[in-house]
């Protein structure tokens, strides 16, 4: 390990340095890229450090908007009660996730710009619609749908000289219920094996507009929209839901590896869609 | 080399430190603190677990540049008085500990999680929940489990 170590304190200061030296790369909470960095995997020679840059950080609302900026860790998203009362899917995926050594620092920015398949802040951010707003060097802002983010393992939008400013959120609906839930072999310190996100907003016992969010079984978190397609406008009940399962099952593209087969994968998408949506549904009645 | 300030259990510390250097290291090494220790090195067994600000860490991935003018608090510093701390005395007396190689960073998670609790209650899922970052490969979890039940 050897590297020179950068501790921007603004925003313009950090897109600077990272576009004068063009071996840097950014780091934000460093739980992947130190791991990284001490498995010989990646050896950048200069890090510059998001940690010292407050505009980077916190949960803002305004209007029907919540804002969670970049840097925000993801212990402070999974204490925060706006995200617990609003955004339940999201609280689901935080609490399970790593350790609570981890999400001290670990930031959201962080777990989505790793972009791993396995991300589980990714399937909860796709199903509440999340946008991107990124910057550039010559600070021009632009904003991403989230599902248009992740280009392959590992793989975002991002350029070279870029940099995840912001997640922004609606408040949904009374009559939304969403929630998200993982298959692991043990029930913590693990990666997802599946995830499955799902938003639901019924008009009485209609679903009026669904969303599936799909962690692990894609080279990206995907948005399962034949499934949503399916089910939007049908009348809520468990045989639908099995039918729906069905469709997710084949739409996703789980392969064999570490984590599991991936026809078990497939299995899994299936029960979990149904399961998820019973318990989505049930929150909405809380 | 860069020089930084920072507190280390109660106490301002000025040292050198190299850019790429982790707390873990410039602890062991450089402060001869070895109190904590160093298990996995990837943050996945907590052995090597602080506190930064009242937060538990894993000190093998938190860069020392970034603990300038913070406050780290290690096992040694939870002694007062020559006596130990409540919850170390909780884990000698309800078998906690076995070899002892994990049970500094499960003293202070604990410690963490105990601080955050504010004197509210918690059930052994919470207790499991905050100590799932710590691995103990002896005592199979039920007498930790039950040295921070005694004391909450």
Partial sequence: MKFKYFKPTSIEEALTLKSVYSESKFVAGGTDVFVLIKKKVINPPILISLRNIPSLNGIEESNDKIIIKSGTTLREIEKSELIQKNFPALY??????????????????????????????????????????????????????????FTGVKKTVLGENELLLEFILHRNSKNCGSAYYKFMKRKAMDLANVGVAIKLEMDKKKIKDVRVGLSTVAPTPIRAFKTEEFLKGKEFSEEILEQAGEIAKNECSPIDDIRGLAWHKREIVKVYVKRVSLIAYKRIKQ | MKSIKFILNGDEVETEIRDDMM??????????????????????????????????VDSCLYPAMEIEGKEVVTIEGLSENGELSAIQKSFLENGGVQCGFCTPGMIMSTKAFIDNLNGKGASDEDIKRALSGNLCRCTGYVQIIESVKKII
Avoid: H, W
Wanted: aromatic content about 4%; glycine content about 10%.
């Fill in chain 1, 92 to 149: 689901d995926a935080l609490i399970n996730m790593a350790s609570v050594q981890i999400r001290n620092v670990g930031t959201i920015g962080g777990n989505i710009c790793n972009a791993s398949p396995a991300a589980d802040t990714a399937s909860p951010m796709l199903i509440y619609d999340a946008k991107v707003k990124v910057i550039d060097f010559k600070l021009n802002e632009k904003i991403y749908d989230l599902k248009d983010f």
């Fill in chain 2, 23 to 56: 707390l873990l290291e410039l602890l062991r090494e450089k402060l001869s603190l070895t109190g904590t220790k160093e298990g996995c090195g990837e943050g996945e067994c907590g052995a090597c677990t602080v506190l930064v600000n009242g937060l538990n």
